[in-house]
């Protein structure tokens, strides 16, 4: 049962004047704000898929202010997932898909794409480090669902990966698909949608197969590379990722079937409205670059553009930064710093990469894809 200690400080009621440019003519607007503040409180949550666990909440208060003090964004990562998140042993530097987000936010909020700490999480410990206010977003492969959202506490910004869950087996196997794996053994990591799916899917097709849990990707890679087990089994770009990292890559492949839908993107602590749209706007930035044709390389020379979209989404004109406490060129030092979409996912994902990815679901709406970004208006 929740134990929701949720205290009303005060519902201040603000009078504020907004003018609203209409059809050409100008209006003025009366408009009556109520905020709530929210205070540090304990709930009791369902655990995925387990039993329900107290949880404490950090306040959801004012994170971009947290950020500010202290100069430096804290980013909830992956240590072990190369390609979105990896921490290199050798230079001990953090790299990927989902770091390059970490990066983009704190390019927005602090103008310095470097002033970051990435905290690495595993799939259990992610959500404790987010929830109690260790870090202030996280962007780790996360898939975006209901229970995450509510009853966990949390707010998802756009997905920036649209993924499924895929299982792989080795060539020399004989198995093409998940019925092959009757009776077999299929190792998985916990705290995860994997976990869920996998039981899910493999009970709707009646195959019976045993699960070998394990706690994060690297245990759970040996275990799969040691022949422990017949399949393994997360989400696709989990798997293309873990290929590489496998004693011999080339030996295994890929299954066709998608197992479930697992969008992947960033999440904040539920309760800070303005660091949410923050983050949804930095995404949706991202996006909007690669739309107009915005790189980090002709950046400069767009802001003489006369195009009003883009004079709006590099802040040249308007005020769309300040309405959120940012300058009104953070889109400008993402793009500048970090990058566009598409050169985000060509620098980690890409032709270039071991990983090669196609954008499938991925590109932009005008290519056939998910990504749609709101006008910057
Ligand atoms: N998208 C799924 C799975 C995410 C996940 O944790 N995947 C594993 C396997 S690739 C992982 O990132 N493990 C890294 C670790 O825990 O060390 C979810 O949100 O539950």
């Known amino acids: 049962m929740n134990r929701k200690h949720l205290i ?24 009556e704000v109520t905020r ?25 208060g004012d994170t971009l202010k947290t950020v500010r003090d ?21 230079t001990n530097q953090f790299s990927g898909f989902d770091i ?27 959500f404790p480090t987010l929830q109690s206010g260790e870090v202030d977003v996280l962007v780790r492969n996360t898939t975006w669902t209901i229970s995450r959202d509510t009853s966990l506490g949390f707010d998802f910004a756009p997905t ?34 994997t976990e869920k799916n996998l039981a899910d899917v493999m009970r709707a097709l009646d195959i019976a197969y045993e699960p070998k849990v394990f706690p994060d990707a690297p245990s759970t890679l040996e275990a799969y590379d ?17 290929q590489v990292l496998l004693s011999d890559p080339s030996a295994h492949t890929i299954l066709d079937e998608t197992m479930s839908k697992e969008p992947l993107g960033p999440l904040v602590r539920h309760g800070d409205n303005n660091w949410g749209d923050i983050v949804t706007w930095v995404v949706f930035c991202t996006f909007s670059g690669e739309e107009y044709g915005i790189t980090s390389e002709n950046v400069d020379d767009m802001l ?35 990058g566009n979409y598409e050169e985000i996912y060509n620098r980690n994902l890409g032709p270039d ?14 290519e056939g894809g998910l990504l749609y970004a709101p006008p910057f208006r």
């Open 160 to 193: 920036t990966f649209y993924d499924g869950q895929g299982m792989m087996v080795r060539k020399d196997s004989g198995i093409t698909s998940l019925a092959d794996l009757e009776g077999g053994t299929i190792c998985v990591q916990s705290g995860t949608t």
């Open 226 to 242: 040691s022949g422990a087990c017949d399949g393994f089994t997360t989400d696709k770009s989990g798997l293309v990722s873990q």
């Open 36 to 60: 709530i503040v929210e205070v540090t409180r304990v709930v009791e949550v369902p655990a995925e898929g387990g039993e329900p666990q107290a949880v404490t909440f950090a306040e959801a």
């Open 8 to 31: 009303i400080i005060a519902g201040i009621l603000l009078l504020a004047l907004v003018l609203v440019a209409c059809g050409g003519t100008t209006q003025t607007e009366q408009v």
């Open 70 to 90: 202290r100069g430096v964004l804290k980013c909830g990562g992956n240590a072990n997932v190369p390609g979105f998140g990896y921490l290199d042993p050798d």
């Open 353 to 366: 990469t071991p990983f090669n990815l196609p954008r499938g679901l991925n590109a932009l709406y005008t």
């Open 100 to 126: 390059d987000f970490c990066r983009a936010i704190a390019a927005a909020v602090l103008g310095d794409a470097n002033a970051v700490e990435v905290i690495p999480t595993t799939g259990t410990s992610r």
């Open 304 to 338: 003489n553009s006369d195009d009003p979209v883009i004079q709006n989404i590099l802040g040249v004109t308007g005020d769309l930064g300040t309405a959120m406490g940012l300058s009104n060129d953070f889109c400008y030092q993402v793009i500048k710093q970090v």
